[in-house]
């Protein structure tokens, strides 16, 4: 079993950054598919972002494009999302997940494995 632990999360102005790295605990991470979802308080967990395994095929959800990027490296068993220009309504927290086929789905019913959030808050 995959356990995966999200950190990077804080608290930023609007329009600043912050980086999520989603750290894995074993070397078949790199077979599997990695997606970022995020859920603010009263709201379900929505989509942001997916890399397949090889990295060459990503995913995001149109809220985010542009102004997220996410990225891997399977040597070191990590998964990043890079946040630039942050708004108020990024503010949720974050999770990563992995998913055995190896793509980059937004389907949250897809993946198998949960790690247990980060919070992101963006003060106005």
């Known amino acids: 079993q995959v356990q995966l632990a999200e950190s990077g999360g804080g608290l930023v102005q609007a329009g600043g950054s912050l980086k999520l790295s989603c750290a894995a605990s074993?070397?078949?991470?790199?077979?599997?598919?990695i997606g970022w979802f995020r859920q603010a308080p009263g709201k379900d967990r929505e989509f942001v972002a997916a890399?397949?395994?090889?990295?060459?095929?990503?995913n995001y959800a149109d809220s985010v494009k542009g102004r997220f990027t996410i990225s891997r490296d399977n040597a070191k068993n990590t998964v990043y999302l890079q946040m630039n220009s942050l708004k108020p309504e990024d503010t949720a927290v974050y999770y990563c997940?992995?998913?055995?086929?190896?793509?980059?789905?937004?389907?949250?019913?897809?993946?198998?494995?949960w790690g247990q959030g980060t919070q992101v808050t963006v003060s106005s």
């Open positions: 997940a992995a998913e055995k086929v190896g793509m980059a789905t937004h389907l949250l019913s897809q993946y198998d494995y």
């Open positions: 074993e070397r078949t991470f790199s077979t599997y598919g």
């Open positions: 890399i397949a395994w090889s990295g060459r095929l990503t």
